[in-house]
């Protein structure tokens, strides 16, 4: 390496503008990185934010804002005179490659660690996805919408004059329940698009769905309560669920939805469901009414809780659209969860959860002792999104795009794998379930593919219990034509060998 007190760095890698993470943030964390790493050592002179700037193809202003960040944190130094270096007060014991650092600070026996019951059980539950990184275009990764069809540039443009113009006026605590315009948006919203019953003040901005179902679970279970879960389900739901300490007690789910009787079979006692009426993860049914009536009949008659996950019910092609189950409640029993994840990027971790009235103090009282409130400024302009009509808009266009994308999944699906799947064509969501035959493994199936470069996760991976079957989870929003295509030419020759 160059003397680092004499000759200037020079940065050998690329920023993609594609990235939902702005392009100042890649650069900070390609600088922090390679500081904490060893590959800058203290005192290694930084190139200019303007020459930085030419290198890289980039504005001078995203430089800047990235040399501000790693100033103010102290990774660097600058002078008058000197230019930018990295800061020689960096202790040495941070100056180490992270493997080295976890490999120094494992405990021989990590199985001896005094950690939670709930918290060990957290293993067992399966990962949606890779959670960093970009997917690198693998399909059928579920739950993934289109990033490449994205407003990025219309998002900028908000945040920035968001930045510019009202965080001198929010830079104050605020309100636990989130950004009150954002909240009259969203219940103006729903209200139109899916019948949801309720007032702003009924509305509380959450860190996505999984931040709803947190809060929901904390509020509303005891340890040891019964709760029912839908089998298959939703892993997010059950990562709750277990934190919380419920006694989970599966439910099957058939063609209709959840079997209510089912449950009362097997949890007379239960107080809680989580479920996804719209559109079940990950089977894709829709709950019929007479299934919906009775689930409302049993949480009147038990005193029981409904959180109701509307995850991707905005997306729909097929069928008169249903309201949500929310719309039919008359006794206050269900509280109604959605996300702008799989509506907009997975990075921006915005959800909300609508809570009948007398739920709306325990649920602030227990937020303010959890994260006080999300952050503001994505708050800000996601509410100008709303209702300036870029929201409309962009959820209009993705529906086009998404049904072209789900009926190819269909067309070449049926055609490359008719005898070996049997494919679910889905009213509305982003993903679809093809069952197996029955003697095959739906778990070494997923592997195999994997290993092809398919991520199509077994449906049994969601199941507390048995199935009579296996299957696989195709995510189709995210996932090019022409990808999509390759994709399951590749998975026939995988189940072909298998």
């Given at each position: 390496?160059?003397?680092?007190?004499?000759?200037?760095?020079?940065?050998?890698?690329?920023?993609?503008?594609?990235?939902?993470?702005?392009?100042?943030?890649?650069?900070?964390?390609?600088?922090?990185?390679?500081?904490?790493?060893g590959q800058l050592p203290p005192g290694a002179r930084l190139p200019s934010t303007r020459a930085l700037a030419t290198e890289l193809g980039i504005s001078r202003s995203t430089t800047v804002l990235a040399y501000d960040h790693l100033l103010h944190e102290g990774y660097l130094t600058s002078q008058v005179g000197?230019?930018?270096?990295?800061?020689?007060?960096?202790?040495?014991?941070?100056?180490t490659a992270p493997s080295q650092q976890a490999q120094t600070k494992t405990p021989a026996h990590a199985t001896d660690l005094r950690l939670a019951g709930r918290i060990r059980q957290l293993g067992a539950i399966p990962a949606a996805a890779p959670l960093e990184g970009a997917p690198g275009g693998r399909?059928?990764?579920?739950?993934?919408?289109?990033?490449?069809?994205?407003?990025?540039?219309l998002w900028a443009r908000l945040i920035a004059r968001r930045a510019r113009h009202s965080l001198a006026l929010h830079g104050y605590y605020q309100s636990h329940a989130g950004y009150r315009p954002l909240r009259e948006a969203i219940a103006a919203h729903i209200a139109i698009s899916r019948g949801v019953r309720c007032t702003p003040d009924q509305v509380i901005i959450t860190s996505g769905t999984q931040g709803a179902l947190d809060l929901a679970a904390r509020v509303l279970i005891d340890p040891g309560d019964a709760a029912w879960f839908e089998n298959p389900g939703y892993f997010g739901a059950l990562g709750a669920l277990t934190l919380?300490?419920?006694?989970?007690?599966?439910?099957?789910?058939?063609?209709?939805?959840?079997?209510?009787?089912?449950?009362?079979?097997?949890?007379?006692n239960a107080r809680f469901v989580a479920v996804t009426p719209s559109h079940h993860f990950p089977t894709g049914v829709t709950m019929s009414l007479r299934r919906r009536l009775a689930l409302l009949g049993w949480a009147e008659r038990h005193e029981a809780w409904i959180v109701e996950d509307d995850y991707d019910s905005e997306y729909r092609f097929d069928g008169r659209p249903q309201a949500a189950l929310q719309a039919l409640d008359r006794a206050g029993?269900?509280?109604y969860i959605g996300s702008f994840s799989k509506m907009l990027l997975p990075s921006?971790?915005?959800?909300?959860?609508v809570v009948p009235p007398q739920l709306v103090e325990p649920m602030l009282a227990t937020r303010r002792n959890i994260d006080v409130h999300p952050p503001i400024l994505e708050q800000l302009a996601l509410a100008d999104f709303i209702q300036e009509g870029h929201f409309v808009r962009h959820l209009r266009r993705m529906r086009r795009h998404y049904q072209r994308r789900r009926d190819c999944l269909l067309h070449e699906l049926n055609k490359q794998l008719a005898g070996l799947l049997d494919v679910y064509a889905p009213e509305a969501g982003m993903q679809l379930a093809g069952w197996l035959p029955p003697e095959m493994d739906d778990r070494q199936v997923s592997k195999a593919a994997n290993a092809a470069g398919i991520m199509v996760p077994p449906i049994s991976f969601f199941s507390l219990e048995p199935l009579p079957r296996g299957g696989l989870l195709f995510g189709f929003a995210g996932i090019p034509e022409a990808d999509?295509?390759?994709?399951?030419?590749?998975?026939?020759?995988?189940?072909e060998r298998l």
């Amino acid at each position: 390496m160059a003397n680092p007190t004499n000759d200037k760095q020079s940065f050998d890698f690329q920023l993609d503008a594609a990235l939902p993470e702005p392009l100042y943030r890649q650069l900070y964390e390609r600088i922090r990185g390679a500081i904490l790493a060893g590959q800058l050592p203290p005192g290694a002179r930084l190139p200019s934010t303007r020459a930085l700037a030419t290198e890289l193809g980039i504005s001078r202003s995203t430089t800047v804002l990235a040399y501000d960040h790693l100033l103010h944190e102290g990774y660097l130094t600058s002078q008058v005179g000197r230019g930018t270096e990295v800061s020689r007060e960096i202790p040495l014991s941070l100056l180490t490659a992270p493997s080295q650092q976890a490999q120094t600070k494992t405990p021989a026996h990590a199985t001896d660690l005094r950690l939670a019951g709930r918290i060990r059980q957290l293993g067992a539950i399966p990962a949606a996805a890779p959670l960093e990184g970009a997917p690198g275009g693998r399909p059928f990764l579920a739950g993934q919408p289109a990033l490449d069809l994205f407003p990025y540039r219309l998002w900028a443009r908000l945040i920035a004059r968001r930045a510019r113009h009202s965080l001198a006026l929010h830079g104050y605590y605020q309100s636990h329940a989130g950004y009150r315009p954002l909240r009259e948006a969203i219940a103006a919203h729903i209200a139109i698009s899916r019948g949801v019953r309720c007032t702003p003040d009924q509305v509380i901005i959450t860190s996505g769905t999984q931040g709803a179902l947190d809060l929901a679970a904390r509020v509303l279970i005891d340890p040891g309560d019964a709760a029912w879960f839908e089998n298959p389900g939703y892993f997010g739901a059950l990562g709750a669920l277990t934190l919380a300490g419920a006694q989970l007690a599966p439910v099957p789910v058939d063609a209709e939805g959840l079997d209510v009787e089912a449950g009362l079979q097997r949890s007379p006692n239960a107080r809680f469901v989580a479920v996804t009426p719209s559109h079940h993860f990950p089977t894709g049914v829709t709950m019929s009414l007479r299934r919906r009536l009775a689930l409302l009949g049993w949480a009147e008659r038990h005193e029981a809780w409904i959180v109701e996950d509307d995850y991707d019910s905005e997306y729909r092609f097929d069928g008169r659209p249903q309201a949500a189950l929310q719309a039919l409640d008359r006794a206050g029993r269900v509280l109604y969860i959605g996300s702008f994840s799989k509506m907009l990027l997975p990075s921006l971790r915005l959800g909300y959860i609508v809570v009948p009235p007398q739920l709306v103090e325990p649920m602030l009282a227990t937020r303010r002792n959890i994260d006080v409130h999300p952050p503001i400024l994505e708050q800000l302009a996601l509410a100008d999104f709303i209702q300036e009509g870029h929201f409309v808009r962009h959820l209009r266009r993705m529906r086009r795009h998404y049904q072209r994308r789900r009926d190819c999944l269909l067309h070449e699906l049926n055609k490359q794998l008719a005898g070996l799947l049997d494919v679910y064509a889905p009213e509305a969501g982003m993903q679809l379930a093809g069952w197996l035959p029955p003697e095959m493994d739906d778990r070494q199936v997923s592997k195999a593919a994997n290993a092809a470069g398919i991520m199509v996760p077994p449906i049994s991976f969601f199941s507390l219990e048995p199935l009579p079957r296996g299957g696989l989870l195709f995510g189709f929003a995210g996932i090019p034509e022409a990808d999509i295509r390759r994709g399951v030419k590749t998975l026939t020759g995988v189940l072909e060998r298998l």
